[in-house]
């Protein structure tokens, strides 16, 4: 099976029914294919060839997934990328995965304007919402995407289950993150294994609030499209009773979130007010979620199934689940692997740990990806034998249940974002008065985890908090740019100069409240 089979076949199946709700819009999966085969032939027509990348940079649904289907229809390979970026950060994806055509939104068009004619690779785009004003010398060629929704439909490429398919960026583009390369095969394996363990079917509708460019978001849009069944997406969660309206009216039979989801709807919404007859499930992936709050939600959805579940961009979106039925008795777990994924904790020479004991996980299975896009050394350093040794230490009990102790890699997790510090302290170093940083994520109530800033200034330097704030707008998208900044006159480190991170993170670390060497903003300038 091929991806875009799943759109394909799912046409063939219920060619009237709705496949795709969004801002008052229904799409049929008759129509959603049609604009995925006219997508395809524009691609083709656009000289993109089997095996190259095609960019998304679009936050309109139906738009979005015409394009990625289409993209895979004409042999290329997605490349999904945040729409709450920057030109900074999209020149350097594009440039990275050496990006040919990218199908996008007239209010993205000043990001690729920015970037000029110095990312060579890009020779098409097709934008939807173009205006007269929107054109230029840019060094590639511009069209209105409603040209290339009504080109002629063709046949899809001819694909293999061994070809690339997406490419998915884990947390920007510096300090550490990479480009996921994800084959046919490996989305094909996680999206079979996701619909038998949630028992998916055609007549499931989930609410989608997670962004498709995110592999949570990925998976349940390609778990729900493989299943006949329909997508209801708002994603837009600023305001969560209109969500918590919608699903009621749409009767939804799923909702998929990340822990700050959960604590939107639990702590600044009126969830408790609401019925909803037709749920049968909730997931929740993305980073540990607190017990309390999933005994919480299960308190105030006592019949509807929630699973707890883990996983990583490297393993196509999942690794394992929680049966809901062991919520309570197994608190803190992450379950145990989902169909067709072997999960091991093994110590650094590869052996297994006793129960109680500390360990890292280790994934097998035909989900886990192909490699990072050229980046042989770092793929070499986490596939191994066959195996994605995750970077997540764990310890398992007796009964073979799996509990997330602490991650070896220092991305924070902030909201349903993934950020890697060294990003942040790249641009903070560029400012004239820093002499170093350090980046590191705080607890939050909502977010999960903050961007806190630890600065130190240069000698002789001042420099004020909003000053920084002003110099990581103007160069990081919002969501990278730190709630807190502290001055500090020094960073802890060990004996060969690395920082210590965790020490940063304790009560008594500087920068804490009442800690010793924390330097007020007045201070510092």
């Known amino acids: ?28 999966y008759s129509e959603l294919l049609s604009l995925a085969s006219s997508v395809s032939s524009w691609l ?4 993109v060839e089997k095996g190259d990348r095609v960019a998304i940079l679009n936050d309109d649904p139906r738009e979005y997934i015409s394009s990625y289907f289409g993209i895979l229809m ?19 994806q594009i440039s990275g995965c050496g990006v040919s055509a990218a199908i996008t939104q007239a209010k993205f068009m000043g990001y690729l304007r920015d970037l000029g004619k110095g990312v060579t690779s890009l020779k098409s785009v097709a934008a939807s919402g173009l205006k007269p004003s929107d054109a230029g010398d840019e060094g590639y060629a511009l069209s209105d995407l409603k040209d290339a929704f009504v080109f002629p439909p063709g046949t899809p490429a001819r694909s293999a289950r061994a070809d690339l398919a997406q490419v998915i960026y884990t947390s920007g583009t510096t300090g550490g993150s990479s480009a996921v390369t994800l084959r046919h095969s490996n989305l094909a394996a996680n999206t079979a294994s996701i619909i038998e363990y949630l028992k998916l079917g055609e007549g499931d509708s989930v609410m989608a609030v997670l962004p498709f460019f995110y592999s949570y978001g990925n998976s349940v849009m390609l778990t729900h499209i493989a299943a006949g069944g329909r997508l209801v997406v708002n994603q837009n969660f600023l305001y969560p009773n209109l ?78 689940y929680l049966e809901p039925h062991e919520l309570l008795r197994k608190a803190g777990s992450v379950g145990k692997a989902i169909p067709g994924v072997l999960l091991e904790v093994l110590d650094e020479g590869g052996g297994p740990v006793g ?12 989900n886990i990806m192909a490699g990072y896009w050229r980046e042989p050394e770092k793929t070499a350093r986490v596939l191994k034998n066959g195996k994605l040794w995750t970077g997540d230490l764990a310890r398992v009990d007796e009964e073979g ?29 560029e400012h ?31 420099c004020s908090r909003n000053e920084l704030l002003q110099h990581l707008k103007a160069l990081l998208p919002s969501y990278k740019v730190p709630q807190h900044i502290d001055f500090i006159p020094e960073l802890p480190k060990t004996s060969s100069g690395k920082i210590k991170r965790a020490l940063l993170k304790t009560p008594s670390a500087p920068g804490s409240p009442g800690s010793i060497g924390q330097r007020s903003q007045k201070e510092a300038g």
């Open 243 to 320: 969500i918590l309206d919608q699903m009621a009216a749409e009767e939804v039979t799923g909702f998929s979130g990340v822990p700050s989801t959960y604590a939107i709807l639990l702590n600044r919404s009126a969830l408790r007010r609401y019925k909803f007859p037709a749920l049968r499930y909730m997931t929740q992936a993305g980073g540990a979620m607190p017990p309390r709050l999933a005994r919480e939600m299960k308190s105030v959805f006592p019949d509807v199934d929630f699973y707890v579940m883990y996983g990583q961009t490297e393993a196509s979106a999942r690794l394992s």
């Open 401 to 429: 249940f799996i509990y997330i102790v602490s991650r070896k890699s220092d991305i924070i997790k902030c909201g349903s974002h993934r950020i890697h510090p060294a990003e942040i302290e790249e641009v903070l170093a």
């Open 74 to 92: 004409a042999g290329g390979i997605v490349v999904a990328l945040n729409t709450d970026t920057s030109a900074r950060t999209l020149g350097a």
């Open 432 to 462: 004239a008065a820093v002499h170093e940083s350090a980046v590191i994520g705080v607890e939050d109530e909502i977010l999960g985890e903050a961007l806190k800033a630890l600065v130190v200034l240069k000698t002789g330097y001042q």
């Open 355 to 366: 129960p109680g004991e500390t360990g890292e996980i280790v994934a097998s299975g035909e």
């Open 1 to 28: 099976m091929l991806v875009h089979d799943y759109l394909i076949r799912s046409a063939e199946r219920f060619p009237e029914k709705t496949a795709l709700v969004h801002g008052g819009r229904r799409t049929s």
């Open 44 to 47: 083709r027509h656009a000289g």
